[in-house]
């Protein structure tokens, strides 16, 4: 199972399961995952040491790169 917030992996027998009055499920690897998510509500993907951080980011370069190659031709 991956963390809802940072998206690594949580080994079994550890982590945090979180269920919301919704039903919402969410699954946190440690508790500053968790806190990062329901007390401080920040965004996985402003947070610069998440995966999906890393992800947007990661194609933020490359649409730059392109970017640079069209300007050059
Ligand atoms: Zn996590």
Not at 37 to 42: D, P, S
Request: positive net charge; hydrophobic residues 30%.
């Amino acid at each position: 199972m991956d963390c809802t917030f940072c998206g690594k992996k949580i080994p079994q027998g550890t982590g945090i399961i979180f269920a919301r009055k919704t039903g919402q499920v969410q699954h946190f690897c440690t508790r500053k995952c968790e806190m990062n998510t329901n007390k401080l509500h920040r965004q996985p993907r402003e947070t610069a040491w998440t995966a999906e951080y890393k992800k947007v980011k990661a194609t933020r370069i490359t649409a730059m790169k392109h970017a640079k190659e069209k300007k050059a031709n």
